[in-house]
C-alpha cells in the first residue's frame, strides 16, 4: 500500500474492508465476491500507467473496474492484488456535434455519454440497463449491448479508437478519427470486450450518429410463445428494422403486469397474455406513420392486443424491474445471458423451459428477441441447497443446448467469471489456442484481471459458496 501510495499519492489509495463493494460486481446476488488487497484511484492515463507498471514489476494481479455493474463477476478480484478503479477518468476531451464524434474518458458514466450526445442533437444508442452507474470503459470493456442494438449494435460498433494502457506499463492508441483503415489487423476490436484481461481502457473514441426525430414504442401482446415468436420472424421477414424488438415472456410478464405503465383506455396487460414485445420503431415522422402501419399489417393475426404507451420512460423502467421482481418471488433468481440463433428462438425458449421443468424449477425468460439474446432464468430460494444444483444442472444443460443450436454463451453481459472457460465448448479448439496466445502477446505474467474469461471452469456455481458462509 505504502508503495502504491508512492506511485499515485495515499489519499487514492485505499484499504478495502472484506464487505467493500470494490470487492464485487453485481452478480454478488450470485455470490461472486473477491478480496482486494488494495483499490488504486488514478486520476489520469499517466497515473494508470504506473499502477500498471508497479503492479507488473511487483507481480501483482491487476482488477480493472468501471462502474461495478457487470453480471458475471469480471470486477471482482478474484485472486486478490490491486483494484484499478477509473471513477476518476470523468473527463470528455473533445465534443464536436458537426463532425458526429465524442472522445469521453474511461469513467464517464454511459448515461452521460448519451445525455451529451441527446442534447446536441446526436445518438449514442447503445443502452444496458445499468447506464446510471455504467461507464463507457465498462461498456467497451464488456462490449455492452441493450435494446437498441438490434438496429444500431453492441457498444463495439461505435468505437472508432481507444487509449489503453497495457502491459508491462505503456499507454498506447488504437484506431483513430480517420473514417477508413484497414492498414493493420483490428486492434480495437480485438480489445473491445476483452473485459480487462488484455489492458485498462482509459478513453474511447466514439463515432456518433445524428438522432432520429421520433422514436414511437408499442406493445404487443399474444397468447403464447409461439405467436410472439412468428411476430419476430414476421416482422423481421417484412424487412422492417424496429430500432428495438424485446420480450417478455411467462412468469416474467404475469408478475409484471400489475404494474404496466400502458394507455389509458385498454392499456392494461390482457388477461391470459402470456407474451409481449416491446417494438420501438424511430425517424421522421411520417417515417415512423409508415413503420407503424407496416409493423401492424405484419403481425395481424397474431397478436391479441396492441398499446401504445404514453410515457416511455414509465415503459423502460416497468421493463427494468424485471430483475427485482424475479428475484423477489424466492429470494433469488439465476439469469443466464444466452443468444439462439433467431430462427431458432421458440425452439430455444421451449427446450430451456423443459430443462428446467425436469429439475423441479420454475423458469421464464425476457430479453432482446430481435437478436435471440434471451435471459434464461430460474427462480430459487438460496437457502435450499438442492435448488441451487438444480440450478447448475439447468445452465449446464442450458449451455449445451446453445451450442447445439448454434448460439452464443454470452449476448452481452461477458464470459467474467461466472462463465470461465465456456469458451471452449463454443469455439474450435485452434480458435481457443488463439485466444491463449493473444492473452500471452498482452500480458505474459497473466496479472491483468485473471481468472476470467479464458480461466478453467468452475465445478459448481459460486452461491453454493456465498450460502455456506451466510452472505
Ligand atoms: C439492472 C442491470 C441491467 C443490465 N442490462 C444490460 C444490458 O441490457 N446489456 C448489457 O450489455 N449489459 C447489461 N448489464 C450489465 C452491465 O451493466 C454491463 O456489462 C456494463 O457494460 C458494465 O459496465 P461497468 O462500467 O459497470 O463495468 P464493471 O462491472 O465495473 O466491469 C465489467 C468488466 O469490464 C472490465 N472493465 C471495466 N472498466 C474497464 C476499463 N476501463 N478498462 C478495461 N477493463 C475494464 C472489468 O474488469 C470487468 O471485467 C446490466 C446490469 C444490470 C445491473
Known sequence: MRELSRVIGSEHVLEVPPASEYNRDLSRRRGVEGRADAVALPGSPEEVRAVLAWCYEHDVPITPRGGGTGLTGGAAPVQGG??????????????????????????????????????????????????????????????????????????????????????????????????????????????????????????????????????????????????????????????????????????????????????????????????????????????????????????????????EPPDAGALWRWRDGVNGVLTGVRGAKVSEDVVFPRERLAEGLERFERIAAAHGLRSCSFGHAGDGNVHATVLVDPSRVQELDAADAVGEELFGLVVELGGSIAGEHGVGWSKRGRLESQWPRRAVELHEQIKEAFDPKRLLNPGKKLARYPARSPLHKARKEGR
Not at 250 to 273: D, F, I, N, Q
Open 82 to 307: 490491486v483494484v484499478c478503479s477509473l471513477e476518476r477518468l470523468r473527463r470528455v476531451r473533445e465534443l464536436d456535434p458537426a463532425l458526429w464524434r465524442m472522445f469521453p474518458e474511461a469513467g464517464v458514466p454511459t448515461r452521460e455519454v448519451q445525455r451529451l450526445a441527446r442534447e446536441h442533437g446526436l445518438l449514442f444508442a447503445p443502452d444496458p440497463g445499468a447506464a446510471e452507474q455504467s461507464q463507457i470503459g465498462g461498456n467497451v470493456a464488456t462490449n455492452a449491448g441493450g435494446p437498441h442494438a438490434l438496429k444500431y449494435g453492441v457498444t463495439g460498433s461505435w468505437v472508432a479508437g481507444l487509449e489503453v494502457v497495457l502491459a508491462p506499463g505503456e499507454l498506447l492508441e488504437v484506431g483513430g478519427w480517420s473514417a477508413k483503415d484497414v492498414a493493420g489487423y483490428d486492434l480495437v476490436s480485438l480489445l473491445v470486450g476483452s473485459e480487462g484481461t488484455l489492458g485498462i481502457i482509459t478513453a474511447v473514441r466514439l463515432r456518433l450518429l445524428p438522432a432520429p426525430a421520433v422514436a414511437l414504442p408499442l406493445v404487443l401482446f399474444m397468447d403464447g410463445r409461439e405467436e410472439g415468436c412468428a411476430a419476430v420472424a414476421q416482422i423481421l421477414g417484412s424487412g422492417l428494422r424496429p430500432s428495438v424488438l424485446d420480450f417478455l415472456e411467462g412468469e416474467a410478464l404475469t408478475l409484471l403486469a400489475p404494474s404496466y405503465p400502458g394507455g389509458g383506455g385498454g392499456g392494461a396487460v390482457p388477461a391470459g397474455a402470456r407474451f409481449a414485445l416491446i417494438v420501438e420503431v424511430d425517424g421522421s415522422r411520417e417515417e415512423v406513420r409508415a413503420q407503424r402501419g407496416e409493423l401492424l399489417a405484419a403481425v395481424e393475426g397474431l397478436v391479441v392486443h396492441v398499446d
